[in-house]
């Protein structure tokens, strides 16, 4: 997740102190951490179920194809023997699949769920950014006025300036405000979110 700033004039008054925009970055980067981690952890899983499924398969092709052999015509005891092999791959499998659909329904769907809050997250930012770029391409309209000749029609437009200023100021703080809120608890939220989901995995295994 990620954004590219816009070019614009910036205004001599300082907007958003160094001290907000450092913590709002540093969440912000902490959750684009998160996102990346949670992608590969779901990705990593589904690979895994994959693989133990072609694998059980795999051995009860084996086995069945051990079964069908001539062999088992010729030699009884050959046949018990491949027999039970095959009773015992198709139990795996049974037993395999069992586990995976439990994996799956545990760790990858809320796997999945979690990561589909990062697009929404990420638009947020986006119109956070969006507004902050309002906020100072008007307050910088604003101050012209105010550095211009104290007349009636810069007066009367230095006055809806700042009346276009105020709405657009509000909309970027409040904003503002509810990410630099809701950030830190969605990034600590994923501890309670993923813990039932590391312990089934772990019971499942």
């Known amino acids: 997740m990620s954004w590219i700033p816009f070019k614009i004039g910036q205004p001599k008054k300082q907007i958003v102190s160094k001290t907000v925009e450092r913590d709002f970055e540093r969440e912000y980067e902490k959750l684009q951490k998160l996102e990346d981690q949670t992608k590969k952890l779901h990705k990593d899983m589904k690979k ?115 009346e276009e200023l105020r709405p657009v100021r509000e909309d970027f703080e409040a904003k503002n405000q509810q990410l630099l809120d809701e950030m830190p608890k969605f990034y600590q939220s994923r501890i309670d979110y993923f813990q039932p989901s590391f312990e089934a995995l772990i019971r499942a295994r």
């Open 48 to 162: 895994s179920t994959e693989a133990d499924i072609a694998m059980s398969k795999a051995a009860v092709k084996i086995s069945a194809d051990l079964l069908g052999n001539p062999l088992c015509e010729q030699d009884q005891v050959f046949l018990e023997s491949m027999t039970a092999l095959d009773t015992a791959m198709r139990r795996m499998d049974s037993f395999n699949l069992e586990k995976v659909n439990q994996i799956q329904k545990t760790v990858i769907d809320p796997l999945k769920k979690y990561s589909g809050v990062f697009p929404s997250l990420n638009m947020a930012v986006k119109r956070r950014e969006q507004a902050l770029q309002d906020y100072k391409r008007l307050q910088s309209k604003a101050e012209k006025y105010e550095e211009k000749e104290k007349t009636g029609p810069n007066m009367v437009k230095l006055h809806q300036a700042r």
